[in-house]
């Protein structure tokens, strides 16, 4: 097997597995940047013996025992040098008491462990959710810049610092207790809803869908909701990715190329995700606490599931939702949902007016959903020509092939309807 052949296979797994395996390095070591230069020495290694060797049958085992193995071998370096460790290869969980005991598996989930590690008090609210898409959504710089609406500079600053300062007050690798991990609930929730969003639609690559990353974070957002079943946000957000994972096997054709909402065959929707999500939105509005931004937007996911035809959505009640969403989380990007949802509620000029607005908004300078909406509402005015240049504008912004290829079709189509037009 030749190298590239290895390297692309590798890519694949460590998308993947990549969080585990520095979860487990990190409750070995204890510093998250130790644990990934151990897991890079693994990939490394790789490299270098499976061209000749061939892949083996389990290859991410065969990962985390490579560095696991440059762990222990560190930490027996550690010892002789400093007498520090008593026993080698000691386990945090063996030092500490469970703090529920009759839950047993999720609190000795590691990743979960990193997760609230990853989210601590100590970091700034940009640093907890930039570090964690780093380590447990595998996600590089320049995506999370993306997903931030920033420079990857900034990012890259944020997640040095956070791991620096994590290391410097020796932020232990466990679960908080139950107050503790309440107060710092809000921080994971965000970086959950993000690392699920990367997945349901990834902002850069060759596929519409990381699927991996919307099961990996719906798993932890159930964990969180069995572990912390008195918050209703948290039930809105399993909700919310509940009902958007339903949509997943729908978002593609077999080519891969990306259906509209409107498009899809809604009979490819996986109806037990939609149960649970709405089983979940239930819970959440028992508990009578005020809606926030995830049980909203969960509402508003519903209001899709519950359509059994296109023509069926209650998009004024949509547009009343997301009004009431700006309310809760003022956001741009909010902002431009509810123009979609007010195009389809009232008409295309009455989403116009909110998107002509948006176009002086800096933060949505690069934000190809932008004109991609803008072109999709000229189009629907017959303004085929604008709308030909903004569905170009939009393609040229996204990193998504995928994306980008649906994007520069539509502007194809909106410039044969302007020429047909003109020869009618």
Known sequence: MTEPNVRQILEGIWAIESAKIIATLTRLVRTIDLAEDFAQDALTAALKSWPETGVPSNPAAWLTKTAKNRAIDYLRREKQRKNKYEQLGWELNQQSLLIWDEIDEPIQDDLLRLLFMTCHPVLTKEARVALTLRLLAGLSTEEIARAFLTSQSTVAQRIVRAKRKLA?????????????????????????????????????????????LCHEALRLGRILAELIPDRSEIHGLVGLMEIQTSRL????????????????????WDYLHIRRGLTAINRAEQLKQPYGSYLIQALIAACHAKARIVEETDWIKI???????????????????????????????????VVDALNQEPSLKNYYLLPSVHADLLLKVGRHEEAADKFNQAAMLTDNEQERALLLKRSHECKINEANFERS
């Open 168 to 212: 410097t007050d020796q932020v232990p690798f466990e679960l908080p207790d139950k107050e503790t991990l309440i107060d710092r609930l809000a921080s994971v929730l965000e970086v959950i809803y993000l690392m699920f969003n990367e997945g349901y639609s990834a902002s850069a690559g060759i596929t519409l869908t990381r699927p991996v």
């Open 319 to 353: 547009s009343a939702l997301y009004a009431a969403l700006i309310q809760v989380e003022p956001s741009p990007v909010i902002e431009l949902n509810r123009a979609v949802a007010l195009s389809m509620a009232f008409g295309p000029e009455a989403g116009l007016v």
């Open 249 to 268: 096997k729908a978002r593609i054709n077999t080519a891969g190329e990306a259906i509209l909402l409107k498009d899809q065959n809604r009979a490819r």
